[in-house]
Structures are given as C-alpha cells and as structure tokens.
C-alpha cells in the first residue's frame, strides 16, 4: 500500500461493517457475564472470570482496528479506478494468452473466484499500475508475466 489512507471496496467495506456489528454482539455478551469487581466464588470462578475479560479485551481491540480502517476509508475516498487500486476492476492478459477480469481487495473470498488479494503476488504486482502496463510476479510454476487490459471501477 501507499503508507496514506487507503480506499475500500463496496464489498470490503460491508465485510467489516458485518464484522464489527457481530463483534459488537459478542461483546455485549460478554460483557453482561462479568461480574465487575463483585467477589467471585473459589479460584475457578476467578479464571473463568479472568478468561472472559481477556475476551473482551480481544474484542475491544479487534473493534478499534475495524473501525478505525472504516474511518480511514472515508478520508481515502472512493476507489481507484486508474491506476489500478484496492477495490479496483482489472482485465489482464497472461503470458498463456487467457485473459480473465479480476477485482483487487484487501479481504480473501473463497467463493469469489474473480477476486485478487492486494498482497498476493499478483495483487501486489497491479497495484499502481495503468492499462498497458506489464507487470512480474512469482507465481506458482515461476516467475511470469501479465499485461493490464483495462482498469474499471469498483465491482459491486
């Protein structure tokens, strides 16, 4: 990334937006099992006890992370759509010929076979990158190469 406030998919950004809003939950749950300074009964109580608030201390932390990218996202704005940048829509052309449209994010999908993590190698190799642009990465068989077709918008 740029070191600066960085942009944020439609898709990234309700992710996270899932993600805190099931943090949020838990951690009310959580919360409301602490005693608070109450006496708690013999020591495995006090383990117990001592768990949950290291639980909630996890969760307070993952919630400020969350929300802090969400708040850096709005500063960054809406994302690139040339040159090619977190939440972008790409065509390449590899090196075999075969061409596919991908689109770049901070968050692996499993079920979204299109999509490129941006610090995978070849996510990586496109950052920064304009239409026409050929770009090196490792990838699996080797070092190769794939020319950058186009750059769109944001997919939905």
């Not at 943090?23 to 919360?31: D, G, I």
């Not at 239409?131 to 190469?145: I, K, L, Q």
């Amino acid at each position: 990334m740029n070191g600066g406030p960085e942009p944020m998919s439609a898709a990234g950004r309700r992710a996270l937006e899932q993600e805190l809003a099931d943090l949020r939950t838990e951690r009310a749950t959580v919360a409301a099992t602490l005693r608070g300074g109450e006496q708690v009964g013999d020591r495995a109580d006090e383990a117990d006890e001592l768990q949950r608030g290291m639980h909630l201390d996890r969760l307070d932390t993952r919630i400020a992370e969350i929300d802090g990218r969400l708040r850096e996202a709005d500063v960054a704005g809406p994302p690139s759509t040339e040159p090619v940048g977190v939440g972008s829509t790409v065509k390449v052309r590899f090196a075999d010929g075969t061409e596919m449209t991908m689109r770049i994010s901070e968050f692996p999908d499993a079920q979204d076979p299109t999509l490129v993590t941006s610090d995978s190698p070849l996510g990586s190799a496109l950052l920064g990158r304009r239409a026409g642009e050929t770009v090196t990465y490792d990838a699996p068989g080797g070092r190769t190469t794939a020319v950058v077709v186009s750059v769109g918008g944001e997919s939905a």
